[in-house]
């Protein structure tokens, strides 16, 4: 079980760059540190920047540190990273959350505002299954098959998951994304696949006070072109979205790395 003073270590956290303003880059499920490599060395001419695996990353060198049990909720998730924050002395910064971790920021800002002075949510979701009065992109039944391609052959699902939610005209990402999925392992795997899928943060948007940049692809498979202003309207903060002119998936930050930097760029001269 990772404790606070052991967080910084445990999480693999790095300090990169120097700046008044620190960003802080979580990356999302099956991934590490790594899918950032491309935006952090120009965020960090500028900035603080702060990379971290999750528990749940195959980067990761205990693998006692995942517990299905305790990271079956983004609660969990949530008080990580305000712990490592904590630990880090780190104020008001900028948090940039990928897919699952733009939820976990969400709810991290809401326990405490104090930390987070702008959120910025990159192939962001609430919810994936649809409902009546919602579109998350998932039929329940799709999920489950998803369960169940994991549990039969994870290696197969990780490579066909990753040339999906990836855009195959980009090779190097796929293999990157395939290969960290791989890491991560099944017995994590199958157990996170279902806190993400089955999840439902609808109901935090409401109290997110924290200023909230919203950044989606053009096409994303895997976050549908509604689930976006689904959140800015539910946002109680301040909010925009960005829409980065790329077909290129859910990994804008691998795939499209120079649109979304210049995405990125504005905000934080506006922030």
């Known amino acids: 079980m990772v404790t606070p003073k052991s967080m910084s270590t445990a999480m693999n956290a790095r300090l990169i760059g120097s700046g008044k303003e620190t960003i802080i ?144 005209n980009d090779p190097p990402s796929v293999e990157k994304i395939a290969g960290t999925l791989k890491r991560m392992g099944y017995k994590t795997a199958l157990p996170l696949a279902k806190t993400v899928f089955l999840s439902d943060h609808r109901a935090i948007l409401e109290k997110v006070t924290a200023p909230c940049t919203i950044i989606h692809t053009a096409r994303d498979l895997a976050v549908p072109d509604s689930v976006p202003i689904f959140m800015q309207n539910k946002i109680k903060g301040p909010s925009t979205i960005e829409i980065i002119a790329t077909t290129d998936g859910h990994v804008p930050q691998l795939t499209a790395h120079k649109l979304f930097l210049d995405v990125l760029d504005k905000v934080l001269i506006g922030h």
């Open 25 to 168: 880059l979580a990356h999302g499920y099956g991934g590490d540190h790594s899918v950032w490599d491309k935006v952090v060395p120009s965020l960090a001419q500028l900035h603080q920047v702060l990379v971290f695996d999750w528990s749940f990353s195959g980067a990761v060198k205990d693998l006692n540190l995942f517990d299905a049990v305790k990271y079956s909720s983004y609660d969990a998730f949530a008080d990580d990273i305000i712990a490592l924050v904590e630990e880090m002395n780190l104020k008001s910064s900028v948090f940039v959350g990928h897919s699952m971790s733009g939820m976990i920021g969400c709810i991290a800002s809401v326990k405490r505002p104090d930390l987070f002075s702008r959120l910025v949510l990159v192939a962001s979701s609430p919810r994936f299954i649809n409902s009546e009065d919602y579109e998350g992109g998932f039929e329940i039944s799709h999920v489950e098959q998803i369960f169940a391609s994991i549990e039969s052959n994870y290696d197969q699902w990780a490579t066909r998951f990753a040339s999906i939610v990836v855009d195959n």
